[in-house]
């Protein structure tokens, strides 16, 4: 692979990236983080990265020191004279917060993308955005990763009968198309009605279930109420089984609880967020030689869409 590059990590993907660089073939660059007592925080380059094409791996989950890391380390770069900054963010946290769904609300994965250029990046890698559109946000490349391109392989790969896909609300029929497409499978799409974040309170579910082995695709999961609800409502309905594949795993609150819970057989996701604690229902799968591909095909030149599908 080409070498004109030099990878660093920040603390929250730290696992994630050794896993990336060991792939694409070099360790990790030394970078030194110093904290102070009252919670700052700054970061400085213990290697001269002038000229170099420096990629910075580096999930934004809350809390918000996560990103400032990355500000950070992307703003130190520039200082150094990198020759290009590209921010590798596996997972691009604040995105739903993509449109405004009621006066006087902020657009922030907006207001992060403003913050990323600013600082100094001039290429974004990231995987699974919550919406396509942020990467529009941008006034600099975005190369966006799907998950399909693992993800795919290990549905085959259980060679499940009468194979269902569903997409957990109408904003993931998309997606669930798209994989029910590529499988010849067929697609029940779940309709969801909510009080409030991260609280369901009625769901239906539109296409037949009974007797179907069904695979619920997302793009996240956090709380994992959606999700085991849905999983719950469809056995309920005849379900054969019930599995999901969501791509990050935000797992906050009663997550792990409701997960193990619920008539959910398998949960398989990515390692883009670092998985809090082992479950027996959650299978993680890892993206780091998908990553390590990319930023070569980004390096040489290469058609990343060789490697991507969608």
Same mark, same amino acid.
């Given at each position: 692979m080409e070498k004109n590059a030099t990878l660093f990590a920040g603390r929250n993907t730290s696992i994630l990236a050794e896993k990336i660089a060991r792939h694409y073939g070099q360790e990790l660059g030394k970078i030194i983080f110093s904290d102070f007592s009252d919670?700052?925080?700054?970061?400085?380059? #213990? =290697?001269? +990265?002038r000229g170099q094409n420096v990629f910075i791996i580096q999930s934004t989950p809350p809390p918000f020191d996560n990103l400032f890391e990355l500000l950070l380390m992307? #703003?130190?770069? %520039?200082?150094?004279?990198?020759?290009?900054?590209?921010? =590798?963010i596996p997972y691009y946290g604040i995105a739903r917060q993509d449109r405004k769904d009621k006066p006087r609300e902020a657009i922030g994965a907006k207001l992060v993308a403003d913050m990323l250029t600013v600082a100094g990046a001039n290429? =974004? +890698?990231?995987? #699974? /955005?919550?919406? #396509?559109q942020i990467q529009g946000f941008f006034n600099i490349p975005v190369d966006h990763l799907y998950a399909s391109t693992i993800f795919l392989e290990h549905i085959k790969n259980l060679q499940l009968p009468n194979l269902t896909i569903a997409a957990p609300d109408m904003g993931g029929s998309k997606r669930a198309n798209a994989y029910a497409k590529r499988l010849g499978a067929e697609i029940v799409i779940?309709? %969801?009605?909510?009080?409030?974040?991260?609280?369901?309170?009625q769901m239906t579910a539109i296409g037949e279930i009974e007797g179907r082995n069904i695979i619920i695709i997302d793009d996240l999961v956090d709380t994992g109420g959606t999700l085991t609800k849905a999983a719950d409502m469809m056995m309920d309905r005849g379900a054969s089984s019930v599995r999901a594949i969501c791509t990050h795993a935000v797992l906050s609150g009663k997550a792990y609880e409701n997960i193990e819970n619920s008539k959910l057989q398998e949960l398989i996701v990515t390692d883009t967020l670092p998985i809090k604690k082992q479950s027996p229902k959650i %299978?993680? /799968?890892?993206?780091?030689?998908?990553?390590?591909? +990319? +930023?070569n095909d980004v390096l040489t030149h290469h058609s990343i869409n060789t490697h991507n599908i969608v």
């Amino acid at each position: 692979m080409e070498k004109n590059a030099t990878l660093f990590a920040g603390r929250n993907t730290s696992i994630l990236a050794e896993k990336i660089a060991r792939h694409y073939g070099q360790e990790l660059g030394k970078i030194i983080f110093s904290d102070f007592s009252d919670g700052e925080f700054q970061v400085n380059y #213990d =290697v001269s +990265i002038r000229g170099q094409n420096v990629f910075i791996i580096q999930s934004t989950p809350p809390p918000f020191d996560n990103l400032f890391e990355l500000l950070l380390m992307i #703003d130190a770069a %520039k200082r150094a004279s990198a020759q290009q900054i590209i921010a =590798v963010i596996p997972y691009y946290g604040i995105a739903r917060q993509d449109r405004k769904d009621k006066p006087r609300e902020a657009i922030g994965a907006k207001l992060v993308a403003d913050m990323l250029t600013v600082a100094g990046a001039n290429r =974004v +890698i990231t995987m #699974d /955005l919550h919406a #396509d559109q942020i990467q529009g946000f941008f006034n600099i490349p975005v190369d966006h990763l799907y998950a399909s391109t693992i993800f795919l392989e290990h549905i085959k790969n259980l060679q499940l009968p009468n194979l269902t896909i569903a997409a957990p609300d109408m904003g993931g029929s998309k997606r669930a198309n798209a994989y029910a497409k590529r499988l010849g499978a067929e697609i029940v799409i779940c309709y %969801k009605q909510r009080s409030r974040a991260n609280v369901v309170d009625q769901m239906t579910a539109i296409g037949e279930i009974e007797g179907r082995n069904i695979i619920i695709i997302d793009d996240l999961v956090d709380t994992g109420g959606t999700l085991t609800k849905a999983a719950d409502m469809m056995m309920d309905r005849g379900a054969s089984s019930v599995r999901a594949i969501c791509t990050h795993a935000v797992l906050s609150g009663k997550a792990y609880e409701n997960i193990e819970n619920s008539k959910l057989q398998e949960l398989i996701v990515t390692d883009t967020l670092p998985i809090k604690k082992q479950s027996p229902k959650i %299978k993680v /799968l890892s993206v780091a030689p998908f990553f390590a591909q +990319i +930023i070569n095909d980004v390096l040489t030149h290469h058609s990343i869409n060789t490697h991507n599908i969608v």
